[in-house]
C-alpha cells in the first residue's frame, strides 16, 4: 500500500470556520465535496454527526477506523467526502476512500470502515467490492449488494475537545439497523 500523503488541504476545501453551518441537500452523486451527515443529530441537535477520519490536522490518523463525529462548521479536509457516480465515497484531500474492513472482498455485520487507497489491491485487500456503496431511497448506504448498511453505534462520548462527540461507525445488516442511526444525507455546506 502506498502510504497516504501528508495532510493536504486542497484549496476548496481550506474554507475555514467563518463559513456558516447551514447546508443544502444533493439528491444525485455529488463531485463537489460535502459532508456525509447523518439525517437524524440523535444527541447533537445543532450539528449531527458527520462521517470522519480520525485526528485533525498534522495528526490524521489512516490506522484507525472512521468515525461518526459532530459535523463541523464549514468543510475540512476530514469530513470533506465526494460522492462519486461509481460508488466511492472519497475523501480528495487523502486520496482514500471509505472501505469496509473485510476479506476476500466481502464484509461481515460488525465490521468497521476504513479509510484505504481507492480501488487498493494489496495482499488480503482487495478494496474494490469493499469500496462501492449505493445510498438506497430510504436514505441508508448499503455496501453494494451486500445487505449491509452504514450504521452509527447507540452511545457517544467526547473526544480530546470536551465539547466535541464520537460515535463508532460501522455496518448492519440493512433490515436490522434502527433509521435514527443508519439515514444519510450529502450536504454541501453553504459557501463551499
Not at 47 to 73: E, M, Q, W
Not at 146 to 174: I, M, N, Q, Y
Request: hydrophobic share 40%.
Amino acid at each position: 500500500m502506498r502510504p497516504f500523503p501528508a495532510l493536504t488541504l486542497l484549496p476548496l476545501l481550506a474554507v475555514g470556520a467563518l463559513m456558516t453551518p447551514a447546508a443544502h441537500a444533493e439528491t444525485a452523486p455529488a463531485q463537489q465535496p460535502g459532508h456525509l451527515r447523518l439525517v437524524d443529530p440523535l444527541d447533537r441537535p445543532n450539528d449531527g454527526y458527520c462521517l470522519d477520519v480520525v485526528g485533525s490536522g498534522r495528526y490524521i490518523r489512516f490506522d484507525l477506523p472512521l468515525t461518526a463525529h459532530n459535523c463541523k462548521p464549514g468543510l475540512y479536509a476530514d469530513e470533506a467526502v465526494v460522492m462519486e457516480a461509481n460508488g466511492y465515497i472519497r475523501f480528495p484531500a487523502y486520496h482514500a476512500c471509505a472501505t469496509v474492513a473485510g476479506l476476500d472482498g466481502r464484509a461481515l455485520p460488525g465490521a468497521a470502515l476504513v479509510p484505504r487507497e481507492c480501488g487498493e489491491r494489496t495482499p488480503f485487500m482487495e478494496a474494490d467490492k469493499l469500496q462501492r456503496f449505493t445510498h438506497r431511497p430510504d436514505g441508508r448506504i448499503e455496501l453494494t449488494g451486500s445487505g449491509l448498511c452504514l450504521t452509527v453505534g447507540k452511545e457517544s462520548a467526547t473526544t480530546f475537545e470536551p465539547t466535541h462527540r464520537w460515535r463508532p461507525l460501522f455496518v448492519e445488516r440493512c433490515e436490522a439497523t434502527d433509521a435514527q442511526r443508519s439515514r444519510w444525507v450529502f450536504s454541501v455546506p453553504a459557501g463551499a
